[in-house]
């Protein structure tokens, strides 16, 4: 895989770009599928899946990485999820494995339900925060690796993955729409349980990994 074949070679990793920045506040420019098909973007998705997989997060876009463009990666693997068990409830979460995905151009049609949980961001590291959103979603968009157009039904946290992801490339960060009474740097919300945190995670004695970010 040409990602982990960069890295060997020892190829630099792009740096996050934190909040305050302001490609975070832009709406990224779409990609033409011709952008995909004939390579010109391969490089981009693999160094967001080669910084992804290096901070170990959830999701993450390209304006994360200073390229404005609507694109975002994400995957959840069965480790990440042994891990989120620690402080979790993976079922109340509806946490699932999700292979290493690419979606270009992703447009949402959102469900009725909500649900409210603790998110973190890479761009705004060492704070996590209750947000809610809508369970159900239904995606569309282009796969950034072969260009063929992709629809798909999506819930749980898979669906919050993809949610956050999309706001960030409408300009759009968690803090906008998270409850601000729960926010919290990582020590404290190790140390101190939030009710909502039990309501609505089933959190156990809180243990966040590393900026356990979408």
């Given at each position: 895989m040409r990602l982990l074949r960069a890295i060997r070679r020892?190829?630099?990793?792009?740096?996050?770009?934190?909040?305050?920045?302001?490609?975070?506040?832009?709406?990224?420019?779409?990609?033409?599928?011709s952008d995909i098909t004939d390579g010109?973007?391969?490089?981009?998705?693999?160094?967001?899946?080669?910084?992804?997989?290096?901070?170990?997060?959830?999701?993450?876009?390209?304006?994360?990485i200073g390229e404005s463009l609507q694109l975002f990666v994400m995957e959840v693997t069965p480790d990440m999820i042994e891990l989120e068990t620690n402080f979790r409830d993976i079922k109340m979460l509806d946490m699932r494995p999700v292979p290493l995905t690419a979606i270009a151009n992703p447009r949402l049609k959102y469900?009725?339900?909500?649900?409210?949980?603790?998110?973190?961001?890479?761009?705004?590291?060492?704070?996590?925060?209750?947000?809610?959103?809508?369970v159900d979603i239904h995606l569309t968009g282009l796969?950034?690796?072969?260009?063929?157009?992709?629809?798909v039904a999506l819930s749980g946290w898979t669906a919050r993955i993809v949610q956050h992801e999309v706001d960030h490339l409408n300009g759009c960060l968690y803090t906008d729409k998270m409850d601000a009474s729960t926010l919290?740097?990582?020590e404290n919300t190790v140390k101190y349980l939030h009710p909502l945190d039990v309501q609505n995670d089933g959190a156990k004695s809180i243990k966040l990994r590393n900026e356990n970010a979408l």
């Open positions: 020892g190829r630099a990793l792009p740096k996050i770009i934190e909040a305050g920045h302001p490609v975070l506040r832009e709406k990224a420019a779409p990609i033409q599928r010109s973007i391969r490089n981009l998705v693999d160094s967001l899946s080669a910084r992804l997989r290096e901070d170990k997060g959830f999701g993450l876009c390209a304006p994360q469900g009725k339900k909500m649900s409210t949980h603790r998110e973190s961001c890479l761009s705004i590291p060492g704070y996590s925060a209750h947000v809610t959103r809508p796969c950034a690796v072969t260009g063929t157009d992709v629809s919290s740097i990582n």
